[in-house]
């Protein structure tokens, strides 16, 4: 299906709002002002952003270690994420789930995880659990190209497929597992090719074109909401920044650590140009929503920054297991 208007310029605000948080989180990181690990997902804005526009709130997202695009594309609250980088009392987990933990059960984002592969059994729980309630909700468990190579990629498929589960498998395909090239950890080019070991509709798409990925998730969403069972869908997208911040990338030509320089792969500006050129968008109204974007951002570091820590105390509560 072809987004409407509304809904791409509701993916471009989010694509912009995810440029501009790890940006603002790549600084801060620098800087030395967030504690802990931090990987950006900077080149994936159009597969996080358009993937989400096909979802209800009430649908549920799983993601990685590598989740800030994710979770602001399904609507978490951007000052809530920030001061959960910042690990300030008023982050979403109350700042102790840092950036590889965030959750936002208030838009159906169930968590990012730090652990390869944990996020298939969760997803899986998360579609079974709809379908024996008898909602319509669709969950989607994002992972990368070297998760799909973890047990719970083939138990989860597995799983989904012969229970006709509403779950989307959402293969961000970066061409990376940290160092490790695609061709070096998987004989298969296309992760989406494993769907048919599976008996699963298997689709691959450049995830730098919004409108393409959006046209994929689409068609997988209304299966899935149908009760026809899960999806594999691929989108190949390129990974900025190194694997996490600081990284120095030795193992990466200089070439393929500036990929970001060349504007014709960079999906923000292929977007806008796709949308200017099909006088969906004005240069104006680009420009001012890009400053909002910014401004909320700001506004979202501030928030963070003047919020407390968390009291010592607090290490005690949210736990499952009865205190001492
Ligand atoms: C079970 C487990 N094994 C290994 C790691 C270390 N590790 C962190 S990220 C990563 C690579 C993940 O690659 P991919 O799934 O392609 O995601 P990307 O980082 O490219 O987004 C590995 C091996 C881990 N966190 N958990």
Not at 52 to 65: F, G, K, M, P, Q
């Amino acid at each position: 299906m072809v987004p409407s208007k509304k809904v791409c310029l509701a993916i471009l605000e989010r694509m912009l709002a995810i440029r501009h948080f790890e940006g603002r989180v790549a600084e801060l990181y620098g800087a030395g002002r967030l504690p802990g690990f931090v990987h950006l997902s900077l080149g994936g804005e159009a597969a996080a952003a358009a993937v989400c526009a096909c979802l209800r709130v009430d649908d549920h997202i799983i993601s990685t270690h590598r989740g800030h695009g994710h979770s602001i594309a399904k609507g978490a609250d951007l000052k809530g994420m920030m001061a959960e980088l910042f690990g300030k009392s008023t982050g979403l987990c109350k700042g102790k789930g840092g950036s590889m933990h965030i959750a936002d059960a208030r838009v159906g984002m169930l968590g990012a995880n730090g652990i390869v592969g944990a996020g298939f059994p969760i997803a899986v729980g998360a579609g079974f659990s709809a379908q024996y309630r008898g909602t319509d909700q669709v969950t989607v468990c994002f992972f990368g190209d070297g998760a799909s190579n973890h047990s719970t990629f083939h138990e989860g498929l597995n799983l989904a497929s012969i229970w006709s589960l509403p779950v989307i498998f959402l293969c961000e395909n970066n061409g990376w597992a940290i160092s490790i090239r695609q061709s070096e950890h998987q004989r298969v080019e296309n992760v989406a090719d494993r769907a048919s070991a599976y008996g699963v509709p298997g689709a691959s798409v450049d995830g730098g074109d919004a409108i393409a990925v959006y046209e994929a998730m689409s068609e997988a969403v209304r299966r899935a909401r149908r009760g026809k069972g899960p999806s594999l869908v691929e989108c190949r997208i390129e990974r900025w920044r190194g694997h996490f911040e600081g990284d120095p990338q030795a193992y990466r030509s200089k070439k393929e650590n500036e990929v970001w320089r060349d504007k014709s792969r960079d999906p923000l500006e292929r977007f806008k140009k796709t949308l200017l050129g099909r006088k969906l968008l004005t240069a104006a109204q680009f420009d001012q929503m890009e400053e909002e974007v910014r401004a909320r951002i700001e506004e979202a570091v501030r928030f963070a920054e003047e919020s407390p820590l968390p009291a010592a105390e607090a290490a005690l509560e949210d736990l499952y297991a009865p205190r001492p």
